[in-house]
Nanobody
């Protein structure tokens, strides 16, 4: 069983930055994919970004060029650096990891972008 704990969510002004973290209970180097989704109130869940075990990254169109995903295998932690934040980035952000057999999810962290 893998447990994921997100942190770093906060209230930030438009144009600001935040860095989300996702701490895994097990070694993340064995995860095929580590990534992030988000869900805003009244909206469907939206995929944000992922990074593979080979460090291949991919981003949703709405965050491309502003967000950067990374992973620190030594610390079993993933990160999502979010720059140039916009009010429409307001959402609960969920970390996930994929193994060959299943997907694990964190409990989410709230990001609010508002002046």
């Amino acid at each position: 069983q893998v447990q994921l704990v997100e942190s770093g969510g906060d209230l930030v002004q438009p144009g600001g930055s935040l860095r989300l973290s996702c701490a895994a209970s097990g070694s993340i180097f064995r995860f095929r994919v580590m990534g992030w989704y988000r869900q805003a109130p009244g909206k469907e869940r939206e995929w944000v970004a992922f990074i593979t075990s080979s460090d291949i990254t991919n981003y949703g169109d709405s965050v491309k060029g502003r967000f950067t995903i990374s992973r620190d295998n030594a610390k079993n932690t993933g990160h999502l650096q979010m720059n140039s934040l916009k009010p429409e980035d307001t959402a609960v952000y969920y970390c996930y990891v994929e193994t060959d057999y299943t997907t694990y999810w964190g409990q989410g962290t709230q990001v609010t972008v508002s002046s």
